[in-house]
């Protein structure tokens, strides 16, 4: 029997835990290698690295954004604006831009019932590989370069 492709949908839950991603105990951080899990699993690693790939976390986990992006994908709320200190204003108006495309991508991917996880997307024609293309661009770190050179 073939083995099925991961479905978009569990983007949505940190993989070490299991538990869906939201905006107080379960906030998903984006890792450089595209990784996703939540601030909570990511304070408890023994070592500073992706527990999936062991690629090194170059960053503070305080400093990493939270995926908002991702939070709205949940359902959860966001808030307006969150500001983030890169090592120079040119780095972070690019952020700022970055960030807010994932975000306005999500939109496309977000099911339109506001439930989660259902597959009846704003149905804009996108494949299911495309749907998890887009989620795995909206999982790219953009603080850390690795993850910037990943989303190009």
Not at 89 to 99: D, F, I, Q, R
Not at 111 to 129: C, E, M, R
């Amino acid at each position: 029997m073939p083995v099925q492709a991961a479905q978009w949908t569990e983007f949505l839950s940190c993989p070490v835990c299991y538990n869906e991603f939201d905006e107080n105990v379960h906030k998903p951080i984006s890792l450089g290698c595209s990784h996703t899990v939540c601030k909570t699993c990511l304070n408890k690693l023994h070592r500073k690295a992706c527990p999936f790939d062991q690629t090194a976390i170059n960053t503070d986990i305080d400093v990493l954004p939270i995926n908002f992006a991702l939070l709205q994908l949940v359902g959860a709320q966001v808030p307006d604006h969150q500001s983030i200190k890169l090592s120079n204003l040119g780095e972070t108006k690019h952020y700022e831009v970055a960030k807010k495309c994932a975000e306005d991508l999500v939109l496309d991917l977000k099911p339109q019932s506001g439930d989660k996880g259902v597959a009846s997307l704003n149905q804009s024609a996108l494949s299911h590989p495309m749907q998890r293309k887009l989620v795995t661009l909206v999982n790219c770190q953009l603080v850390e370069e690795e993850g910037r050179v990943r989303a190009t």
